[in-house]
């Protein structure tokens, strides 16, 4: 091969892409940009009805979404594209308290100067998407962001990034089918969930989620932890022996078939359930004892609690082999210790993310690894405090909204859950119906919540905890009581 000699010019030891980051005009114009965000963005002050002048064309709005979705949408949501933190204002100009965050992808709300800066200066990248062929080091800063913070306390040690939350389990389902082949059963907990593909709708346990799927995965499931059913079998030990031995069933049924079990540690979609260490160590002593995978989906969970991880919450990364994590990650990750490095040609496909993904989510990271989040005493603790003492206040003020549920095992604090800031409340009984009308109602009176849980069903909050003002909570529950009055 003949290599072409180069004129001897006097370079500048830098690339011409460096050097378009580096410029005084490019500097001064996302400065521009981001001040005028700010500004804009300083404009939205609280919840706020819609503009009578634009309720015309935000009807028509909704009608072309509806028509193209082939269905209308679950809110009237519509944004603007400028929020203020936990604000967020609609095509109609109406603004509301964003609770709900997207399920749980905006963790530093709506106009994030910080935020928007990366993903300018990502927009200054010569393509959007970067795939696994060619791509720009955005892509491998992200990764390397993330496994430094999951490295800290567990054995994983790469990451696959993808564009979904489902596309990242699904390549962590190849990569434990893999290690373990010929292994083809999988162990999930009751009311699992983790994501829409084929394969994730039938682990996942709704079954309104799979109507119409062929069934060719096979999986065996456990029951998730209950302190309550702990509580009526006579204490911890008896819950935990009765669980490891149904899974001693399963495995002795199926000897040596079982490639993994999937764990979410606090479940999101099923309810807000939290895990417990015990129980949960119990399991994973079996599993590793058995050599089944263990696999975190962390989806939902990473960022918001009390430790970045859940499973450093739980103290329980020494038994993690594989883990997901997305939503405020912005891209997607498989994450995997060394063992479970797969062969090549396992995992691929054309895109990993786009640059604005990498450089936005590498953001968030640091912001939550620097900015005094977790432990007892970080910013998730002290606003899940926060928000208890309103649902309290709230309980208190309202007693026949909030009678006991018996599966939570009463009333009063048993009707209030989540750790950090992954929080429900339980109004209603619990009560399908009037839980998902309370979500209209209190949509229509400034506040953004979603539900969650399959029976007793739960209002859910992901709230933007990286932005979120104490005095915001007693704003945003003044809305949540005037919503919840309107329930039947
Ligand atoms: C625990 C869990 N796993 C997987 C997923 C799927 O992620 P995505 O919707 O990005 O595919 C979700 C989404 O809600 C989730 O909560």
């Not at 373990?180 to 346990?205: E, W």
């Amino acid at each position: 091969m003949t290599t072409v000699k180069q004129p001897m010019t006097a370079t500048p030891s830098t690339t011409t892409g460096a050097q378009l980051h580096a410029s005084p005009a490019v500097r001064a114009a996302i400065d521009a940009i981001v001040n005028e965000i700010a500004a804009k963005s300083a404009m939205l002050t609280g919840e706020r009805a819609g503009n009578p002048g634009l309720k015309e064309s935000y009807e028509a709005l909704m009608k072309r979404a509806s028509e193209v979705r082939g269905r209308g949408l679950l809110y009237p949501y519509i944004g603007s594209g400028v929020g203020n933190g936990a604000l967020v204002e609609l095509a109609d100009g109406s603004v509301k308290w964003d609770m709900i965050c997207g399920i749980g992808v905006n963790f530093f709300g709506h106009s994030d100067t910080d935020l928007a800066r990366a993903a300018l200066e990502s927009g200054l990248d010569d393509v959007v998407k970067h795939g696994n062929l060619s791509s720009n080091f955005g892509a491998f800063e992200f990764a390397q962001t993330l496994v430094g913070e999951a490295k800290k306390n567990s054995r994983l040690k790469y990451a696959y990034l993808s564009t979904s939350g489902a596309m990242a389990n699904e390549n962590a389902l190849k990569v434990c089918f893999q290690k373990h082949a010929p292994a083809s059963r999988v162990i999930a907990f009751n009311d699992c969930f983790m994501g829409r593909s084929t394969t994730m709708a039938q682990i996942g346990d709704t079954s309104d989620y799979r109507q119409g799927l062929p069934l060719n995965t096979l999986v065996d499931y456990m029951p998730f932890w209950d302190g309550v059913a702990a509580e009526r079998m006579g204490g911890k030990v008896r819950f935990i022996d009765a669980a490891v031995k149904q899974l001693e069933t399963f495995i002795h049924r199926y000897p040596g078939q079982h490639a993994c079990f999937i764990f979410e540690l606090i479940q999101g979609e099923g309810g807000f359930n939290i895990g417990d260490r015990d129980y949960l160590k119990a399991i994973m002593e079996v599993c590793r004892a058995k050599r089944i995978a263990v696999w975190f989906d962390e989806i939902q969970t990473f960022g918001r609690g009390e430790r970045m991880f859940a499973y450093e919450w739980l103290n329980l990364g020494e038994y993690v082999d594989v883990l997901c994590v997305g939503k405020m990650t912005q891209a997607c990750a498989t994450l995997y210790t060394e063992e479970y490095n797969p062969k090549a040609g396992l995992l691929s496909g054309t895109f990993t993310g786009e640059g604005v993904s990498f450089r936005v989510g590498q953001r968030v990271i640091e912001r939550l690894r620097d900015g005094g989040y977790y432990g007892d005493q970080g910013i998730c603790a002290k606003q899940h405090a926060a928000f208890r003492a309103q649902a309290a206040a709230l309980m208190a003020k309202h007693p026949e909204w909030f009678p006991a549920v018996e599966s939570l095992g009463g009333g009063g604090e048993r009707l209030i859950g989540g750790t950090g800031g992954m929080v429900r409340l339980t109004p209603f009984g619990g009560d399908k119906k009037k839980i998902n009308e309370a979500c209209k109602m209190c949509f229509e009176e400034g506040v953004i919540l979603f539900y969650c849980g399959h029976g007793p069903y739960h209002l859910r909050m992901l709230p933007p905890l990286g932005v979120f003002k104490d005095s915001d909570w007693p704003r945003v529950f003044a809305c949540i009581e005037r919503g919840l009055a309107r329930v039947k």
